[in-house]
Protein backbone atom coordinates (compact mmCIF):
# COMPACT_ATOMS: atom_id res chain seq x y z
CA UNK A 1 0.00 0.00 0.00
CA UNK A 2 3.11 2.54 0.21
CA UNK A 3 1.41 3.81 -3.66
CA UNK A 4 -0.91 5.46 -1.18
CA UNK A 5 1.15 6.79 1.21
CA UNK A 6 0.19 10.54 2.07
CA UNK A 7 -2.86 9.72 -0.16
CA UNK A 8 -6.34 10.17 1.06
CA UNK A 9 -10.36 10.04 -0.24
CA UNK A 10 -13.00 7.66 -0.69
CA UNK A 11 -11.55 5.99 -3.26
CA UNK A 12 -8.12 5.23 -1.92
CA UNK A 13 -9.81 4.10 1.52
CA UNK A 14 -11.82 1.37 -0.35
CA UNK A 15 -8.51 0.38 -2.61
CA UNK A 16 -7.04 -0.35 1.20
CA UNK A 17 -9.76 -1.91 2.57
CA UNK A 18 -10.32 -4.32 -0.22
CA UNK A 19 -7.01 -4.46 -2.36
CA UNK A 20 -7.76 -5.82 -5.59
CA UNK A 21 -11.24 -5.00 -5.43
CA UNK A 22 -13.01 -3.10 -8.84
CA UNK A 23 -15.81 -1.05 -8.07
CA UNK A 24 -17.60 1.90 -9.45
CA UNK A 25 -19.38 4.54 -7.01
CA UNK A 26 -22.59 6.81 -7.56
CA UNK A 27 -22.87 9.66 -5.22
CA UNK A 28 -22.61 6.71 -2.15
CA UNK A 29 -23.89 3.43 -4.15
CA UNK A 30 -21.40 1.00 -5.65
CA UNK A 31 -22.92 0.68 -9.51
CA UNK A 32 -20.74 -2.47 -9.71
CA UNK A 33 -18.25 -4.57 -7.33
CA UNK A 34 -16.09 -7.44 -8.17
CA UNK A 35 -13.66 -9.01 -5.94
CA UNK A 36 -11.55 -11.80 -6.86
CA UNK A 37 -11.69 -13.08 -2.82
CA UNK A 38 -15.50 -12.77 -2.95
CA UNK A 39 -15.55 -10.05 -0.49
CA UNK A 40 -18.50 -7.76 -0.08
CA UNK A 41 -17.75 -3.68 -0.46
CA UNK A 42 -16.88 -1.94 2.88
CA UNK A 43 -19.62 -0.20 4.86
CA UNK A 44 -19.46 3.85 4.79
CA UNK A 45 -18.25 3.68 8.25
CA UNK A 46 -15.59 1.66 7.89
CA UNK A 47 -14.78 3.84 4.41
CA UNK A 48 -15.20 7.31 6.32
CA UNK A 49 -13.14 5.62 9.28
CA UNK A 50 -10.00 5.17 6.86
CA UNK A 51 -10.24 8.34 5.48
CA UNK A 52 -9.63 9.67 8.68
CA UNK A 53 -7.08 7.96 9.59
CA UNK A 54 -5.25 8.35 6.11
CA UNK A 55 -5.94 12.08 6.76
CA UNK A 56 -4.50 12.15 10.70
CA UNK A 57 -1.49 10.36 8.95
CA UNK A 58 -1.04 12.53 6.41
CA UNK A 59 -1.24 15.51 8.67
CA UNK A 60 0.96 14.02 11.51
CA UNK A 61 3.27 13.34 8.51
CA UNK A 62 3.45 16.63 7.32
CA UNK A 63 3.27 18.87 10.68
CA UNK A 64 -0.27 19.75 10.37
CA UNK A 65 -3.42 19.13 11.61
CA UNK A 66 -6.65 18.12 10.32
Request: hydrophobic share 40%; charged share 20%; aromatic share 12%.
Amino acid sequence: MNEYLGLFGVDIAIKKLRPGAEFALYNNTFTMWECQNNSEPPTWEEINAQVKADQAASFSESGSEV
